[in-house]
């Protein structure tokens, strides 16, 4: 069965630098999710989007935003890199309809110098 | 305040059952969830319970009592593979799609 595809799997960037990551859903999904999870962590969510639209809201700084786009594809923008930026970034999609389920994709650990 | 809580680590032995706890005091309930994480892997997910009673998938059991705030994990069988950290997740209201994860309980599965 098809699962969420993220991109890259691994990035290293410099302070002050931006990141751009994508998420492509599961086919059929409408939700998309996006948490941040640091080393020894539980995810923490940032911020998810529903038919295209912002759902809903948490702990994502200022300097980061995403977006959903057409194809229900979601990219998470991240600019000002801090060192504390470094973790691995999860996206989850999910059916609406169909009670919810989040389903993760397999991550990208973004790695700031 | 949200509070998820399970304990950090267990350990049994292969071809045993384990039982791992959860219990949370949030704003409200929607639902919890049951995620197994392998260490740099993503969460996949196991269970999922809104209503009290027991759910159970193969080897895997999850139960909820919403009046105790309390849901467990039962394991069977148990296989060296099953080692990993096993995450709670509550969604704490019908209008958001968030997740309040626990810090995970890490399980080892010796021979």
């Known amino acids: 069965a098809a699962g969420v595809i993220q991109s890259p799997r691994h990035l290293i960037k410099e302070k002050r630098e931006t990141a751009t990551l994508k998420c492509y859903p599961i086919p059929r999904h409408d939700t998309v999710y996006w948490y941040q999870q640091g080393p020894g962590q539980d995810p923490q969510f940032l911020i998810s989007f529903y038919e295209k639209m912002q759902s809903d809201k948490g702990s994502i700084p200022d300097r980061f935003s995403a977006q959903q786009f057409s194809d229900y594809h979601s990219e998470l923008n991240m600019s000002s890199l801090e060192l504390g930026d470094s973790a691995l970034y999860f996206c989850?999609?999910?059916?609406?309809?169909?009670?919810?389920?989040?389903?993760f994709g397999p991550g990208t650990r973004l790695t700031v110098t | 305040g949200q509070n998820i809580d399970q304990p950090t680590e267990m350990t049994a032995t292969e071809g045993a059952i384990v039982q791992i706890n959860c219990t949370y005091q949030t704003s409200g309930f929607n639902g919890l969830f049951w995620y197994q994480q392998h260490a740099g892997e993503a969460p996949t997910f196991l269970s999922y319970n809104v209503l009290d009673g027991l759910e159970e998938k193969g080897r895997f059991s999850s139960f909820l009592s919403r009046s105790k705030g309390y849901s467990y994990l039962l394991l069977k069988e148990l296989q060296m593979k099953d080692s990993a950290s096993y995450l709670c997740a509550v969604r704490d209201a019908p209008n958001t799609d968030k997740l309040i994860f626990g810090t995970g309980t890490r399980l080892q599965v010796f021979p």
């Open positions: 989850a999609s999910s059916y609406y309809v169909q009670g919810g389920e989040q389903y």
